[in-house]
């Protein structure tokens, strides 16, 4: 039984439970945890006694009707692979050079059921950090500015939801830190459960408008050179074949 039996199991609970009826053919999700566990097995190097050092910039590929199904799950399986990477880099010893960071990605050459992945060594200081709004199950990145949120046309992020205004709550993001601010809004906002006003807001915290449930997320960026010719990233396939 492998080391990581256990947790493919919670994931495998997590997934495939909501998500049973998505998958009748194709790449499942416990094939992208198999890959990238693959992906960092193979490309693993010894560097020094002490550290054996695995890729941490990650981009999974796939054909339109594999990228559509695992694309519709959301920020939760992005942060189950997370946690797999991270899990299975702690349990073989591995070390990263920046944040782990992965990204699923469609690829017209590639035929339902096979994934590619291709890796590369990111350093911390080639590595950005994004403001994200998590809403839905669907991530939006905050540029740097003002940014609304409401049910109308005029919000930059329209939410389906008679509950909020129409211009409801406003982010600013300036790179680094976040404010949101209740735009006088009928029904108010909260910031982790609290009536919010105007607050600079911590990542991980909840705002909660109308029935909508907005988390904010600063999450790392990598940009390494995307070009196939990079000596640096290099991937592989799998899937059934």
Do not use: C
């Not at 890959?35 to 941490?56: F, G, H, M, Q, T």
């Not at 339902?112 to 709004?133: M, P, Q, Y």
């Not at 005029?154 to 509950?163: F, K, L, P, S």
Request: neutral net charge.
């Amino acid at each position: 039984m492998g080391l990581l039996d256990n947790f493919e199991r919670r994931l495998e609970r997590a997934v495939n439970g909501a998500f049973s009826k998505t998958f009748r053919s194709g790449v499942q999700p416990l094939e992208i945890t198999a890959a990238l566990r693959r992906e960092l097995d193979v490309k693993a190097a010894v560097v020094s006694r002490e550290r054996i050092l695995a890729p941490n910039d990650f981009r999974v590929k796939l054909a339109a009707q594999d990228f559509a199904k695992m694309d519709g799950m959301g920020a939760a399986l992005i942060d189950e692979l997370h946690a797999l990477v991270e899990k299975h880099a702690s349990t073989q010893n591995y070390s990263f050079a920046g944040p782990v960071r992965i990204a699923l990605e469609e690829d017209s050459q590639l035929t339902v059921g096979i994934i590619r992945v291709e890796s590369a060594n990111v350093r911390e200081e080639d590595v950005t950090w994004s403001g994200i709004l998590e809403i839905d199950g669907r991530r939006h990145t905050l540029p740097k500015g003002r940014t609304v949120v409401g049910r109308g046309s005029e919000a930059d992020i329209t939410v389906q939801d008679t509950g909020t205004s129409r211009k409801h709550v406003e982010f600013v993001w300036d790179g680094t830190h976040a404010q949101a601010t209740d735009l006088g809004s009928t029904n108010g906002s909260k910031l982790d459960s609290q009536a919010l006003t105007k607050a600079v807001i911590q990542p991980d915290s909840v705002i909660q408008i109308g029935r909508t449930r907005i988390v904010f997320r600063v999450l790392p960026v990598s940009t390494p050179p995307r070009d196939s010719a990079d000596p640096g990233r290099s991937g592989s396939s799998g899937g059934r074949r």
